[in-house]
């Protein structure tokens, strides 16, 4: 799976997981997405993304040959 592939997956997931804690318990877990798209947008403008990073970290260390 490619790393593009994981970061959307994770984005997903923290975005509906920031959603239902939001609705269902604490409105101050909305200020996750907020984060998620803050981080997002500099991603597009400036090409780094800390998960990115994180996979490519996790790959070498695993000894994959490739991403």
């Known amino acids: 799976m490619k790393i593009v ?6 984005t997903v997931l923290m975005l509906t997981l920031s959603w239902s804690l939001g ?3 604490n ?3 909305l200020w996750l997405s907020v984060v998620i798209g803050i981080n997002m ?6 090409g780094f993304c800390p998960a990115e ?4 970290a996790i790959s070498k260390s ?4 490739s991403i």
Not at 53 to 56: A, M, R, S
Not at 62 to 65: E, V
Request: net charge positive; no cysteine.
């Open 5 to 10: 592939t994981k970061i959307r997956i994770i």
């Open 23 to 25: 609705r269902y318990g």
């Open 53 to 56: 990073t994180f996979f490519k």
């Open 41 to 46: 947008l500099q991603s597009a403008f400036t």
């Open 62 to 65: 695993k000894g994959a040959g």
């Open 27 to 29: 409105p101050v877990w």
